[in-house]
């Protein structure tokens, strides 16, 4: 059996199979969420909530071949290919899903 892993999955348009994820500390990424309607600034660093800054993609769904979009791909998707805003807007907008591996 493989390690539990959370990921944050984003999927920008809701008629394609398009998604991208990273993969984060759930423990961590519930209390960042959470300190998002009680403080606008929020106070738990990314890099605690984050395992990697490394944003995954695909374009068969969540459960598909994982890869590293673009640099034009992310800058079609989130007006930016700044990996910190990318994650940030990934995690405010994509919901978390548990499994046994990637």
Avoid: C
């Avoid at 598909?64 to 290919?81: A, C, I, M, W, Y």
């Amino acid at each position: 059996m493989g390690k539990s892993i959370t990921k944050v999955v984003y999927k920008p348009d809701p008629n394609t199979s398009d998604v991208f994820l990273v993969v984060v500390n759930p423990e961590e990424y519930k209390r960042w969420k959470e300190g998002a309607y009680n403080n606008p600034i929020r106070t738990i660093p990314l890099v605690n909530v984050v395992d990697s800054f490394e944003i995954l993609s695909s374009n068969q769904g969540p459960q598909g071949l994982l890869g590293r979009p673009s640099k034009q791909e992310l800058d079609n998707v989130f007006g930016t290919h700044v990996d910190i805003d990318v994650i940030h807007q990934i995690l405010e907008n994509g919901k978390d899903e548990s499994g046994e591996s990637i």
